[in-house]
């Protein structure tokens, strides 16, 4: 092959020649893109998945200097170029030109398994002045069932150029090089404006099929009554949902199981990068804004990398196998009842690594009602940064359970799940009226996935859930760590007292010394943080959230976690005076023990049942609000996600509260 | 919803799609759907005129048009009207 990134090429920039890259869904166009720019795109098996336009750079020849580099744009799959829908509406866009550059030309890529039925695309190109090149994708596959084309009788019947392509295998290849390379000097005409057959695409598309077929027509075979009882058992009502609840519950084992390991590695990173830095730099401002603000912001962030990368490469996994297809109709008969349509399904799943490529992943869903729906209450889903917070609450209320501490866990996602149903069907009988859009979808052919495709999709998520998230979280982490430094308190007289009690014990019993001065520490952070503007700031709402048993410190806690859910844990072991240098079991252990000022336990089983479930309902995530309002382009439904979520959190806890300290649970 | 589309022969004999059993071979004679969805229809083949063989009957309805597997809610299904042709015995 001879196409080559352009970062490695250091000759002289020239604006590049733009060709773009069509076809149907699943007629393997992202992998012919990935094989042909080395850059990193989904592959388009099912609405929702591929959101954003991919655009990656080839050139074709190394020797000729200097050469005009080609620009592919991967577009979405789209099945008629004409339809009112969104990826319809991108595509138009895309041959108009955008940035005044209009393209070069198009290379439509055809599934040579269903030639037919897709050279009817090919049909809208005529007459648009647009030149074309016909990819006709998975030959490989084609001659396994023993399909083959006269692919030069192809080129005659459509006029435009063809060249028979293995993305997969990358067969094919060079000569599909070559071909989009000449589009730059104009050596490929755009096809004729009347096609021989008359108007009708279709007829046209059967015609030129049907001359150029040189194999049998695979149809009505053994494989076709394989795939029906597949396709039976997995969209069954109770087979298929059975079936759709152990891939699930498998998917969310792998997830939680596989990703542990590497979250640890993560937080032991970041641990060992913030002692070191505390090592070179003096104590004061400076080293706080970096260990506690910069070090402790980009941890919370990044520790969740796994579970989304690993969500991702499954999903994808899924998606490649053709099961994801089935499973959408399995839950379309659920999300019907509540008001959402079946495609919703990838953007509510997607939501459980993060509510925000959740979001994103409902571009393609092309009602607005239906869409605006889905967003407003994907945020209900319980995501990875709720993680934290429900490990350290469920296992608060059952400390010596662990099964108990389980089903506590699963119950929270159950709650998210039902609540976000609940809001749906609310949302469509008040502020959006109106039933779900029903579900069409062709069904991809079952078959293996590709493990390429996968890994290149996790490492796209995951650089784009760093790039979107981390920023705004850091910024928030930064505002909250001089919310909670500043003013500067000065050293309490006991901590003073203790400080001094450790200096004259240090000769005689250096281990007892240490303690104190550990003690001291702790004081003086609790004084700090008593005194800081997060402690005024939590004294003035904590009236609001007294009613769910919480103290200022939890309200502080809360209020915090506005900014991101995970910053909690963080900021209460701060407020319980955890020092430096502690144990992590310690850490936590602090703060279940930890105490009022009037001696009483901060964190009673009814308190703590409250804040869990406080936690499954708000909406505690700027960043998600901020893309929310990006995508309605609207101030509106932010606000009312914020209120309406934050609202029904606080009502459910207080009822919370209340039952289980009527049952004797305080 | 749109104005049903039909073919131009006689509608006497249509029932539902969803009266169909599986296997059996029908042709598209009108559809009574929205406009949306009798567009994305017609752009993945299933036009009023088309052969289609019924791969799964019950919610959803999958369909095999031109070598595709379609799958269809309960409420497209009941909106297409077709004409029985034969029924293929399954391997």
Known sequence: MTAEPLENDRRRPVAPTRVLLLGYPNSGKTTLFNRLCGLRAKTANFPGTTTTIRVGRLLPGRDAA???????????????????????????????????????????????????????????????????????????????????????????????????????QGEGLIRLVEKIASLRCGAVSPP????????????????????????????????????????????????????FLAVMGFLFWTIFALASVPMDLIEATFAH?????????????????????????????????????????????????????????????????????????????????CAIPGILATRLIPDRNDRLTTILVAPFMSCSARLPVYVLLTGFLFPHSPARAGVAFAGCYFLGAAAALAAAKALRRTLLPGKSRPMILELPSYKWPDLRVAVAVAIDESWGFLKTVGTTILALSFFVWWLSAFPRAAEPPAARELQARAERLEAGDPEGAEKLRLEAHALALRYQQEQSFAGRLGRLVEPIFAPLGMDWKLSIGVLTSFAAREVFVATLAVLVGVPEGSPAEGVLERIHRATRSDGSPMLTPASTAAL????????????????????????????LQLVAMTGLAWVAGLLTFRLLRALGWA | MSEPETSSRSASQLEALTALAEGELARLERRAVENVEAELLSALGLRVGSELRVCRAGDPWIVEVRSARIGLARRVAEGLEVRRLATLPRS
């Open chain 1, 66 to 168: 200097p050469v005009e580099p080609i620009e592919i744009v991967d577009l979405p799959g789209l099945y008629d170029l004409e339809l009112a829908l969104p990826e319809g509406q991108l595509v138009r866009q895309a041959l108009a030109g955008w940035g005044g550059m209009p393209p070069a030309g198009v290379v439509l890529v055809l599934d040579a398994l269903h030639l037919a039925r897709q050279l009817r695309l090919a049909a809208g190109f005529r007459g648009r002045g647009v030149p074309v090149i016909l990819a006709v994708n998975m030959m490989d596959l084609a001659r396994r069932k023993g399909l083959s084309y006269d692919l030069e009788r192809l080129a005659r019947e459509t006029g435009m150029p063809v060249v028979g392509v293995s993305a997969r």
């Open chain 1, 192 to 243: 004729a404006a009347e096609p021989e057959t008359g108007g009708d695409p279709e007829a046209w598309a059967d015609t030129v099929a049907l001359r150029c077929l040189g194999g049998p027509a695979a149809s009505g075979t053994a494989t076709d009554s394989f795939h029906d009882r597949l396709d039976s058992a997995f969209t069954h009502p109770i087979v298929g949902l059975l079936v």
């Open chain 1, 273 to 353: 990068a913030g002692s070191w830095l505390a090592l070179w730099i003096p104590p004061g401002a400076v080293r706080e804004l970096l260990v506690g603000g910069l070090i402790g912001g980009l941890s919370g962030t990044v520790v969740f990398l796994p579970q989304i990368a690993l969500l991702f490469f499954l999903i994808s996994l899924l998606e490649d196998t053709g099961y994801l297809a089935r499973a959408a109709f399995v839950m379309d008969r659920l999300l019907y009842r509540f008001g959402l349509p079946g495609n919703a399904f990838v953007p509510l799943l997607s939501s459980h690594a």
């Open chain 1, 612 to 639: 869990l479930v406080f936690f499954v309902l708000a909406m505690q995530c700027v960043s998600t609000l901020a893309v929310v309002g990006r995508e309605t382009r609207s101030l509106r439904w932010p606000l």
